[in-house]
């Protein structure tokens, strides 16, 4: 058997690495992405899933608020910035990897109901939330715009709004994808979703911070 001295066992994963990813030497100066509403292409979207999320809060027996977050996203986006109001936006919200920083609690999230009743919350087969665009409204500043439309959520639909934020555009270094980034916000009812359970020690209000990147087919 060939034994191979330490330095080389150190040496030869990081050669493999620095052959598989781009130098430093090709690495753009700047960030590919700016606030830039001229670098926006018209087209079909999909969400970049690995760098979208939704981080939801709530306020817990009015001490403070406690956090969780709902990850790769899904969905499309079709887009044309000399028609922003023709906008069409919808996400799909995989509720069933719902996380936060408390394994007791995300466990709770996805309990199933004692003796087969309802569960507290979305239980063990949660299905996917799903948000589809019916309206979009621009602001007048020219990088934000209300969207309204129907959220589904543990199998209830009801109209909901957000507000969204023009973050950046570009086309993303390392897939060569064109790219449109946004912030967004919003409040929903959970109770309102059949998830009320513990409302209003457990405030029925949860506020959402949405981050998400669309990518051109």
Known sequence: MIRFPRAAKIALPLALIALAAPSLSQMPS???GTPDKS????????VDATHSMI???VNHLGFNDYFGMFGQLGGSMTFDPAN?????LAATIPVSKVVTVDAGLTAHLLKPGADGAKPDFFGPNAADAVFVSTKVIPGADGVSA???GNLTLNGVTKPATFTAKFIGAGTNFFNKAATIGFHGESTIKRSEFGLGFF???VADEVKLDITIAFEKK
Not at 84 to 88: G, R
Request: aromatic share 8%; glycine share 4%.
């Open 30 to 32: 700047t960030p590919p």
């Open 39 to 46: 670098r926006v292409t018209a087209g079909n979207y999909t």
């Open 55 to 57: 981080a939801w809060r």
């Open 84 to 88: 922003p109001a023709a906008t069409k």
């Open 146 to 148: 209300k969207v309204e």
């Open 199 to 201: 409302a209003p020690l």
